[in-house]
């Protein structure tokens, strides 16, 4: 095979596509009509009762409860704490939009710190030094599927009294020193949208071990019901953010091959790192060696453009996708994000919802070490470690091309 970059308009090192995603069989279908054939597909189903059951078990809670996305999961969370108006929630600018915004939906505002530069992760002494007298939780999130430091975390909020809301939408089944993340803080949450690792289409989970956060959150996600009252007696303004028996359905079926899902992950993502520490250049993020499981809902890695002659991580991404490798730069920093600081100037009455000018909109403080990975972060997705150890040796051999033309 010729050795010019496909880029270049040479032959792609790669023409086979890696796992696609989601996966599924005819247990997914079996369930789905049982659902079908039940005529109960929303309320007094089986299903949405079950998948709470086994992914408590799963998960190591007392309570698992199931509602519509991620996001709602965080809302409801930061509802149940009794988190609102005028309070802080601290939190990471590295990851996905719904978590800031969940603080603000509640009326909060999300103060964003920085993160290791190694791991990805939310660096306890940066969180313990944006406390103020207004901050009330700590959000950690575990990117990728890779717990966060989670002594540091609890340490910092047991010493100034804060509940903590793990972030755990990226992380079913991983741990931190043998403990199922979710379980750690106050309350944690998961989500089960397309991309994954447990896939409903849609779809969210909140864990605790605290029975009274329970029975708030229950209230919350169904129309500020009780859970001993009448069907008609609301407690508390409450939303519909149930799961229906169709997620459910399909949710049983995916937990049933997570297990074997997350050692095949686990193995080749092993295998992947050993075989890019060979060839240098991208650096894999460090995985702290108190993370006894990892999720490895993303592989996430550094570039070093003086490794690869000084061709930007946008150049490497490109080149690499040409090769058949499909990668991506992921988050970008959300201190930076309109739709954070327009949230903000509406919070502080600047500017009026849907106000078209941005030129007002306020700047938030830097996290430098966010904004410099951003710029040199590669990712591979979930599915392409379901592969074999031949998919991963096409990735290092793609970025070991890309070395050797550019290097």
């Known amino acids: ?61 007392q309570y698992a409860l199931c509602v519509t996305n991620g996001t709602s999961a965080l809302e409801i969370s930061l509802r149940a704490l ?10 990471t ?18 103060i964003f710190v920085d993160i290791n530069p190694e791991t990805y992760m939310l660096d306890p002494a940066a969180v313990e030094a944006a406390i103020t007298p207004r901050t009330k939780a700590i959000m950690p999130v575990h990117i990728a599927g890779c717990p966060t430091d989670m002594d540091g975390i609890m340490e910092v909020a047991r010493r100034h009294n804060l509940a903590v809301v793990e972030d755990a939408c990226q992380a079913w089944g991983a741990q931190w020193k043998g403990v199922p993340v979710g379980t750690i803080g106050d309350l944690g949450t998961f989500s089960f949208q397309s991309s994954k690792n447990i896939n409903a289409g849609e779809g969210g989970a909140i864990v605790t071990n605290n029975a009274e956060l329970y029975e708030r959150c229950w209230s919350l996600h169904n129309c500020g019901r009780t859970l001993t009252g009448e069907w008609y007696q609301h407690e508390v303004l409450g939303w519909n953010h149930r799961m229906t028996e169709w997620q459910a359905a399909i949710l ?6 997570l297990p074997e899902h997350m050692q095949r992950r686990s193995d080749n993502a092993a295998y992947l790192t050993a075989r890019l520490n060979e060839i240098g250049g991208l ?11 990892h999720a490895w809902h993303l592989y996430m890695s550094t570039y070093d453009p003086a490794a690869f002659g ?23 920093p959300l201190n930076h994000a309109a739709s954070i600081r327009r949230a903000l100037a509406e919070q502080e009455g600047r500017i009026s919802p849907w106000a078209i000018a941005n030129a007002e909109l306020p700047t938030l403080p830097s996290c430098p070490v966010t904004e410099d990975l951003c710029t040199r972060t590669v990712w591979f997705k979930q599915s392409m ?17 890309i070395k050797r033309a550019w290097g």
């Open 1 to 61: 095979m010729s050795d010019k970059l496909a880029i270049e308009g040479g032959p792609p090192l790669r023409t086979l596509p890696f796992p696609e995603w989601p996966i599924w069989d005819e247990r997914e279908e079996k369930y789905l009509l049982e659902v079908l054939h039940s005529g109960k597909w929303g309320l007094y189903g089986s299903k949405v009762p079950e998948f709470q059951r086994r992914f408590a078990e799963f998960q190591g809670a």
């Open 82 to 91: 009794g988190i609102g108006p005028g309070d802080e929630v601290i939190t």
């Open 93 to 110: 600018p590295y990851t996905f939009v719904a978590t800031p915004s969940a603080a603000f939906l509640v009326g909060a505002r999300p």
């Open 252 to 257: 049983l079926a995916q937990l049933e091959r």
């Open 283 to 293: 650096k894999p993020a460090k995985v702290d060696p108190r993370v006894t499981r």
């Open 310 to 332: 000084g061709h930007s991580c946008r150049e490497f991404i490109q080149a690499l996708n040409a090769e058949g490798i499909p990668c991506s730069s992921g988050y970008t």
């Open 385 to 401: 470690l379901l592969g074999d150890h031949e998919d991963m040796d096409d990735i290092a051999q793609a970025v070991l091309k």
